[in-house]
Every structure is written in C-alpha cells, then in structure tokens.
Nanobody
Framework: QVQLVESGGGLVQPGGSLRLSCVAS????????MGWYRQVPGKQRELVAASTTGGTTTYAESVKGRFTISRDNAKNTVSLQMNSLKPEDTAVYYC???????????????WGQGTQVTVSS
C-alpha cells in the first residue's frame, strides 16, 4: 500500500504565491517520477509539472517561468512552488508518483487525494 500526503493548498490573491508539498510512503521500492496535475470541473486532469528521479523536469506551457518543481529523493517528497498565480490556476491539484515495489517489477502510478488551490481577489 502506498500513501501520498499532500499539503499547502488554499486561497491566494492574484499575483500571490503558494507552495504545495507531497510525501510518498509505503510499499515503494523505487520511485521513477513524481509530479503534480490539476483538474477543474468538467475538464480533464492535466499535467502541471513532473520530475524524474534522474532529474528531468517537465512543465505545462501555461506555468513555465512561474512554477518550480523540486524533489527530495531521499525523503520521497515533491514540492511545487507556485508564483505569480492567476485566477486560471484555480483547480484541485493532485500529486502523482510512478513507482515499483520490487527490483525489475512492474511500474505503478498512484494519486493523492488532491488539494484545492483558489486564486481570487
């Protein structure tokens, strides 16, 4: 069993900042990637930012230059620093982990429960 504990969502004014954090624990042998996705009602969940354990990062075009993803591989954590927030960033943000439970085993992905980010004046 895998657990993802997310924190850091909330209400912020346009132009403000928030930091999201996620800690993975449980039956994890190796993590390949961790990332953040977001979803608004009526739309598909979309990638915000992701980071592989090897150090490759990917960002949605809409957040480049404003959001920064960081990892602590030793602690199985991923954080998302969100600056210059816009109303269109309002969504539920989900942490995701891609992992395996044994050497050479299949890869699995797991989702956190989500944390609400609201950008409004």
């Amino acid at each position: 069993q895998v657990q993802l504990v997310e924190s850091g969502g909330g209400l912020v004014q346009p132009g403000g900042s928030l930091r999201l954090s996620c800690v993975a624990s449980g039956s994890i042998f190796r993590i390949f990637a961790m990332g953040w996705y977001r979803q608004v009602p009526g739309k598909q969940r979309e990638l915000v930012a992701a980071s592989t354990t090897g150090g490759t990062t990917t960002y949605a075009e809409s957040v480049k230059g404003r959001f920064t993803i960081s990892r602590d591989n030793a602690k199985n954590t991923v954080s998302l620093q969100m600056n210059s927030l816009k109303p269109e960033d309002t969504a539920v943000y989900y942490c995701n982990v891609l992992y395996t439970i044994a050497l050479g085993g299949s890869k699995y992905d797991y989702w956190g429960q989500g944390t609400q980010v609201t950008v409004s004046s």
